[in-house]
């Protein structure tokens, strides 16, 4: 079966951190590049990503609401894609799931794409909840 699972989501205090993970199943990722994207509670899902990468790793990019407090990256080798997240926010309350692109789309043009329009996996997510 081809699917995203993702993982690490649970309560944590402001200024805390989490670590997401994103492992495929039945593909491999290596082919794609990944993005970040989230819903958060009573509010319509998000067309834009948080944060998207190559499928190399080379490449990364970042929303502003998160630069500089969240770190993507990717261990091809065991098929998975990380979201380091540091400083939460009660703001970056959400479910966050993973989405895999063509490479044929750059990672900023991804980020700023409804994963609904052409983009080819995506997982059910993993909720993220950032409260004292």
């Known amino acids: 079966q081809v699917q995203l699972v993702e993982s690490g989501g649970g309560l944590v205090q402001p200024g805390g951190s989490l670590r997401l993970s994103c492992a495929a199943s039945?593909?491999?990722?290596?082919?794609?590049?990944i993005g970040w994207f989230r819903q958060a509670p009573g509010k319509e899902r998000s067309g834009s990503g948080i944060?998207?990468?190559?499928?190399?790793?080379?490449?990364?990019y970042y929303a502003d609401s998160v630069k500089g407090r969240f770190t993507i990256s990717r261990d091809n080798a065991k098929n998975t894609v990380y979201l380091q997240m540091n400083s939460l926010k009660p703001e970056d309350t959400a479910v966050y799931y993973c989405?895999?692109?063509?490479?044929?789309?750059?990672?900023?043009?991804?980020?700023?794409?409804?994963?609904?329009?052409?983009?080819?996996?995506w997982g059910k997510g993993t909720l993220v909840t950032v409260s004292s």
């Open positions: 989405v895999a692109d063509s490479p044929l789309r750059a990672v900023q043009a991804m980020c700023n794409t409804d994963p609904l329009d052409g983009m080819n996996y």
């Open positions: 944060s998207c990468i190559s499928n190399s790793g080379r490449n990364t």
């Open positions: 039945g593909f491999t990722l290596d082919y794609y590049n």
